[in-house]
């Protein structure tokens, strides 16, 4: 059974008979009525009762007809996917994002791609900063986003596009007395509680706090940012996260700067270093135009140095 048999005898069946899907078609009845026999020899049986005026389906008929509609929808979504893909307008992309991204550039970022190209789909899916290289290779995502402390390793296969550094914050009990300052110095928290984040990056900051004589005391560990806020607005200790968090979070903590630790934190779109593939390109320039500064207050992905 291929296509062109599948469309003449659903013509048929749409039409109500040969003449009239010959005149649908542009063909001549002989070619209708020849394909139509051919493909109920390949099937073994026929597809129309010829007995009766007009023509009626027999149960074998009656069974094929809608799955050959079915597998002719799919051919042409078929055809216009790759179409569209080909020309760059369809297809599907998937992102990896770390989560303070969804705080920042992402949802924006997210909007202006579907607008440009509303037939893509895209996948998206909360994948640590160290698990995106692998994932960019065996092809689960085309794009990464990534956070780094400082300097960061690149690899070779690998292509980084810096959009945006930004410090880190404390996070304090909104009733903490220390909660009320507009800065705060390491050996101000030396007794109180850390609470560790799994999935943060500023667990990087660990080394260097230990090397700058700052020791913490890990109380509780969290899986997630939004978890470790909810221990600290408990009371149960502080934590550090990305200034972008901090955005429309919630209001019972306090977000304080801190003077002592200088090292940025880096949010960078990861891919591979030999992709071709306009849509990433566009999805990255995206992300590149909305993490620029002169963006403006609607644009910006979230708090700057």
Not at 73 to 92: D, H, P, S, V
Not at 199 to 222: D, W
Request: overall charge neutral.
């Amino acid at each position: 059974m291929n296509t062109r048999q599948m469309k003449y005898f659903c013509e048929v069946v749409d039409a109500g008979s040969i003449v009239q899907a010959a005149k649908r078609l542009f063909v001549a009845q002989s070619a209708i009525t020849m394909t139509i026999v051919q493909l109920e020899s390949e099937l073994g049986g026929e597809l129309f009762d010829r007995k009766t005026r007009p023509w009626e389906l027999t149960t074998l008929g009656q069974f094929v007809f809608p799955r050959a509609k079915e597998l002719l929808r799919q051919g042409k979504r078929l055809e216009e996917n790759a179409r569209g893909l080909a020309a760059g307008t369809r297809g599907w992309i998937s992102i990896g994002y770390i989560e303070s991204t969804m705080n920042s550039l992402m949802p924006k970022a997210i909007r202006m791609f579907s607008k440009l190209f509303p037939d893509v789909k895209m996948e998206l899916s909360l994948v640590s900063t160290y698990e995106q290289p692998e994932q960019l290779r065996n092809g689960r995502i085309q794009i990464g986003l990534s956070r780094f402390f400082g300097t960061f390793e690149c690899h070779e296969d690998l292509n980084y596009k810096t959009l945006f550094q930004e410090p880190c914050v404390i996070v304090l009990p909104k009733d903490h007395p220390l909660a009320e300052k507009s800065l705060l110095s390491l050996p101000e928290l030396m007794t109180i509680p850390f609470i560790s984040v799994l999935q943060n990056p500023t667990l990087q900051l660990m080394p260097m706090m230990v090397e700058a004589g700052f020791t913490l005391q890990i109380a509780q560990k969290a899986t997630e940012v939004p978890s470790a806020l909810g221990l600290v607005a408990a009371g149960l200790g502080f934590t550090f996260i990305p200034a972008s968090f901090a955005v429309n979070n919630r209001s019972d903590v306090a977000f304080i700067p801190v003077a002592d630790l200088s090292s940025e934190t880096s949010v960078v779109a990861v891919t591979m270093a030999d992709q071709g593939n306009m849509l990433v390109k566009a999805l990255v320039d995206i992300l590149a135009r909305l993490a620029k500064p002169e963006s403006g207050p609607e644009d910006a992905p979230g708090p700057r140095p």
